[in-house]
């Protein structure tokens, strides 16, 4: 998470060069800044951005269906606003986290965790952040948690039951996200990458191009420390095996993990669903 800028990188990097916390040094600009101006190795980078001056504009770019999804949130009785972080928020939070231990193919991480836990991952930056809730019958079935930095609005999670998604939550969610940044003046609304790795049509980007979530690219610099570092810059040793491995590969194996985790879950349920059964034939 990003804190207050650094005024003079080229200082800082001195100074870290005296102790060396680590072999290389990685920073990017506060966006919307996307222009290279350090003397540093970089690469390009991206972001989903979304340019909230004009909540009109923003909407009248979206495709006709993103606008149906949100009409028809509302029509099946989805309410959606800004709600205060409290014991109850994170009560409902912690619904949505146990509702199923994996979510877009992989195991999901916040599954499983306590009350005491869902409260302390949600609790930082609340003096910069606001929390979104989606409500059915007064139900939490959708939050939304975003945190303010140079007055760029960054999407810190949002997440919905998949129970409703027939209602279309995370849809009205955003809406109210880029609403509420209009009122507010915030510049940008930030939802992670546009593109990871080498995926530029993954489900995620697209679902995110569907919401008027744009590309913005930026460099982020890369700066060694040590004797290591440097050999890991000239080498590129420090790209993730996302940027290194093709595409296609990547789909590949993320399809194969999802099956996996898919058929995991499947007999899981399978055997939770034989063990009620013989405890209720044991009861009669």
């Known amino acids: 998470m990003e804190g ?52 009109a504009r923003w909407w009248d770019s979206l495709p006709q269906e993103t606008r149906k999804n949100v009409r028809r949130s509302q029509r099946r009785g989805v309410k959606v606003g800004s709600v205060v972080f409290c014991d109850q928020l994170v009560d409902g939070i912690s619904n949505i986290y146990n509702e199923t231990p994996i979510r877009q193919g992989r195991r999901f991480w916040h599954y499983g965790k306590s009350f005491e836990e869902v409260k302390a991952a949600n609790s930082t930056y609340l003096d910069r952040s606001e929390f979104i809730g989606a409500f059915c019958n007064g139900q939490l079935i959708g939050f939304m948690k975003f945190v303010v930095v140079n007055n760029v609005a960054r999407v810190m999670q949002i997440l919905s039951l998949e129970a409703y998604a027939d209602k279309r939550p995370t849809n009205a969610l955003l809406a109210k996200a880029v609403e509420i940044c209009c009122e507010k003046g915030i510049s940008h609304l930030v939802y992670g990458k546009h593109v990871y790795g080498k995926k530029e049509n993954s489900p995620v980007t697209e679902f995110k191009r569907r919401n008027g979530f744009e590309r913005l690219d930026f460099p982020r610099y890369y700066v060694p420390l040590t004797r290591r570092g440097s050999f890991a810059i000239r080498y590129r040793l420090y790209r993730g095996i996302n940027e290194v491995v093709p595409e296609a590969i990547v789909t590949l194996f993320l399809t194969t993990r999802a099956a996996m985790y898919r058929h995991a879950l499947n007999c899981r349920r399978m055997f939770n669903n034989k063990t009620n059964l013989l405890r209720s034939s044991n009861q009669v």
């Open 4 to 55: 207050e800028p650094i005024t003079d990188p080229e200082i800082f990097v001195d100074r870290m060069r005296e102790t060396p916390p680590a072999d290389i040094f990685s920073f990017a600009r506060p966006l919307p800044a996307c222009e290279p101006c350090y003397p540093f190795h970089f690469d390009w980078d991206n972001a989903a951005a979304v340019k909230t001056t004009d909540f």
